[in-house]
């Protein structure tokens, strides 16, 4: 039997690599990347994925050069507000929310955060997380903090004070880098991982197909 993909997890990366290869500036690879992250949504959309998680921007990216950092948040600003307006989401009742340490952010982001999920939260035919200033370890870290006064803790405890409590199915990462970076620690411990060696921005909605079948291949026992 086919393996079923509810929620599939994304790590983009390989940006500014994509730009150095082609001679263009680094910041320039993270306005491809973001091109193809709108396409990952539509074709997500299109192929019936319930849920998706993308990996944008970790806590360790925004202690990069300032100028690349500033660079970075201008961007996903112009981008945030681009999806706010896109009547897609509205048409395929796609529910966004943000996850991570949005208080390391700039108000005026930290606000553009809130009023996209306050428009979408009503929408529940798909759901797109964007972990942003998203760390796996500070995630587990303000998890236990919230519930350290229990007297004993379970799973079921932990799951349920993380940011995000659902569990993605498969994670594809691009890059030609095979590590997990900090990424849902909790949340892939049964999760099928797929490495590609291709840079984000070089990713193709044939790219996405190819790993979907893969992990449709898969004997999943979960330690069984």
């Keep these: 039997m086919e393996n079923a993909l ?34 990952l949504i539509e074709w997500c959309s299109e192929l019936g994925i319930k849920e998706l998680t993308i990996y944008a921007l970790s806590t360790e990216n925004l202690k990069r050069e300032e100028k690349e950092v500033d660079y970075l948040l201008k961007l996903m600003g ?43 939260k009503n929408y529940g035919k798909s759901k797109v997380n964007f972990c942003v200033a998203y760390g ?15 007297k004993e803790i379970s799973e079921e405890d932990i799951t349920k004070a993380l940011w995000l409590s659902s569990e993605p199915e498969l994670i594809i990462r691009t890059g030609n880098r095979s590590r997990t970076s900090n990424f849902l620690p909790w949340q892939s411990v049964y999760s ?6 291709k840079m984000w ?21 979960f330690g069984k």
């Design 6 to 39: 509810n929620h599939l997890a994304v790590i983009i990366d390989g940006n500014r690599r994509f730009a150095k290869s082609r001679g263009l500036p680094s910041f320039k690879g993270h306005e491809y990347g973001a091109e193809t992250v709108e396409k």
């Design 78 to 120: 112009k981008w945030f507000e681009k999806l706010k307006n896109d009547k897609r989401m509205e048409e395929n009742q796609i529910r966004m929310r943000f996850i991570g340490k949005l208080d390391l952010f700039p108000k005026k982001l930290q606000d553009l955060c809130k009023e996209i999920e306050e428009k979408t």
């Design 136 to 150: 796996g370890r500070l995630e587990l870290l303000e998890a236990i903090n919230k519930i350290k006064d229990k």
């Design 192 to 197: 099928e991982w797929i490495f590609l060696g």
């Design 201 to 221: 921005p070089e990713f193709t909605k044939e790219d996405l197909i190819s790993c979907i079948e893969e992990f449709k291949e898969i004997q999943r026992n």
